[in-house]
């Protein structure tokens, strides 16, 4: 029983600084610190609580410019066996179809290797908020597709099978999945382990592998920009959330205070009473 | 997967050759449904789908996927929703929901009948069958819209919605491209008018579908109520540090159950151990857009603004007249919540008149006074 999961993690901009130059219109980007996906520290937490468990691999693979080196490097910290950094021009300015694209071929190579069994996502991405990789890949690579996991319930790789439960809307569902298969897990699937000192040692010792449009073998016409059938015509500023009234209870009493508010929020479209 | 290239070469070449304003298809929405109950989006996609449908001069229409059971009645809904044409896809694989048969169903439906646009809802069941369709189809796909539009010189379908957590806005296009697909916001768009006299087109379609699917169902657990979902509430109620102790939260508890909400938590509360992870907004866990947002003992980190800014209603109750959260709430009221909460409570009770009587937003008016309160 031996499990090979290939995490895919992002390096994203921290958004809650990602502001719009009022002058000329455009994204700021200097001086914004880039993190890890935070959804995909819980994909990569899972990939590693299957490899302890049942024996295997894990192997990181990302698609960013040179410095989200630094994003493998965090996750070669927590245990990861391997690393990939897919890095080259030609994947610039890709959308969901184009990143799919690149990383089912990154994964096609790795599987050369060693095959694999499990490709793992964050829910989303905190920068794109697209949620579309995950399914992007289970459906290039032919793997069975399940998304927005909250829990994993068990992996039986002698019959090939994971079960693993789905956040719906409406509820819950546990699904089980053919072996291989490509998940998205949520921030509810686990909790995130601390780095323990012998990984982050070990970690030290291994390389990031950096790879090129040309080591995947893949169609420069399919990558990057030109791959992406999207196009961002314009970015603006949502209004601004301002500063309301603030009433306090001191000066009044809570009571008094309670009142006004609901006033304001009847002017505002709250409906009660038996009309409602 | 040369099948669905070819597909798209047919597809991407007609729109070649009758030039930029060719998105001359049907505007199509897919009916996302658990058994017979559809989901609210759907119809709130349907209105969306006739007003691009009128703009393009072509025919709004729905997608029913399914074992065929409730397809019938869920078809009549649609058309009386406003759908000229519904196309009923039946197989046992279809239900329940799993993305790889719904995919390669929806894939079929477009092959045959080449829509121009296909809208979702962006639920988890949405977002998963349309990224799966979209890979397939290699077009285009935009998240989590939260406005439509058809630029008048192009005709190509203008996707706007949120990115970097909200802090900005894009507008997203998918030129040569078809169909042009979005998944939309739940909650964004009213429910149109139903029609109970509409009349409208069904067409059949039989998928050849593998009878064993690489993916089954095993188990389906419906929300209990008490964890009622973030997604698509009207009113969320949410604590943070500043309740003290798991079992206060009983206090929010009843405020969102007298103002027909759930309740949400920081990650502060969360990370305390009071409320489940699953209720947590903000920036690593829950994005939500309800008509009013109640933050109780919250400080309004950054982080926690991510996830509820785009709330019509931020009503903020803190005893910390400097709490950031204050700056960013239409109204607040600086005190303590232990006071504060149970005269809100007080308040709600004495407004309803009798017993049974309910409490909702008007979605319109509030879209309306945003709006104003934002100039
Ligand atoms: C990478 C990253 C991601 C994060 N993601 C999230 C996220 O998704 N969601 C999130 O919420 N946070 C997130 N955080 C954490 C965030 O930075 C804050 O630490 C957190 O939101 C604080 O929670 P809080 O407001 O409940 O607690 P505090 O900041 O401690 O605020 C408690 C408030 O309660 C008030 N208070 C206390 N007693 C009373 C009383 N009796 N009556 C009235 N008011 C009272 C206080 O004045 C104070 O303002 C993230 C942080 C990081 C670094
Ligand atoms: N450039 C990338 N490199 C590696 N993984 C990615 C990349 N983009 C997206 N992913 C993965 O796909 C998930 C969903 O991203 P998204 O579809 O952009 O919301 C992320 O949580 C990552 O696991």
Known sequence: MSVHSVVCVKQVPDTTQVRIDPETGSLIRQGIPSVINP???????????????????????????????????????????????????????????????????????????????????????????????????????????????????????????????????SGRELLEAKLPAALTVTEVCNRIRYASLPDLIAAAGKPVEVWSAGDIGAERSRLGLKGSPTRVNKIFAPPARKRGEIFSAADSSPAAAAATVMDRLQDRGLKMGRSA | MAGTRNNKKKESSAAGKAGADSNTGDVWVVIEHEGDLAARVSWELMGEARRLAADLGTQPAAVVLGDGENSGQLAEQAISYGAAIVYIAAHAALSPFTAEPQSRALAGLVGKYSPGIILLGATTRGRDLASAVATDLETGLTADCTSLEIDPGTKLLRQTRPAFGGNIMATIISPGHLPQMATVRPGVFPIAKADAGATGKVVTYRPRLAAVQPVRRLHYLPELEDEASLQGADVIVSGGRGMHQA?????????????????????????????????????????????????????????????????????AINNDPTAPIFNIADFGIVGDLFEVVPALITEIKKRKDGAGAGIVFDRVVAEQTRKEAAK
Request: charged share 20%; with cysteine.
């Open chain 1, 39 to 169: 959804f995909d520290l819980h994909a990569v937490e899972a990939a590693l609580h299957l490899r302890d468990e049942q024996g295997g691999r894990v192997t990181a693979l990302s698609m960013g410019p040179p410095q989200a080196e630094e994003t493998l490097r965090k996750v070669l910290g927590f245990g990861v066996d391997r690393a990939v950094l897919l890095s080259d021009r030609a994947f610039a300015g890709a959308d969901t179809l184009a990143t799919t694209f690149a990383l089912a071929a990154a994964i096609r190579k790795i599987s050369e290797e060693d095959p694999v069994d499990l490709v793992i996502c964050g829910k989303q991405s905190i920068d794109g908020d697209t949620g579309q990789v995950g399914p992007g890949l289970a459906r290039r690579l032919g793997m069975s597709q399940v998304t927005y996991i909250c829990g994993l319930e068990d992996l039986d790789s002698e019959a090939g099978l994971i079960r693993a439960w789905r956040q719906l809307e």
């Open chain 2, 247 to 315: 079992r206060n939260f009983s206090l929010l508890e009843d405020l969102a159950r007298e103002l027909g909400g759930v309740v949400g938590a920081s990650r502060g509360a969360v990370d305390a151990g009071w409320v489940s992870a699953r209720r947590q907004v903000g920036q690593t866990g829950q994005t939500v857009r309800p008509v009013l947002y109640v933050a109780v003992g919250i400080s309004g980190a950054i982080q926690h603004l991510a996830g509820m800014q785009q709330a019509d209603i931020v009503l």
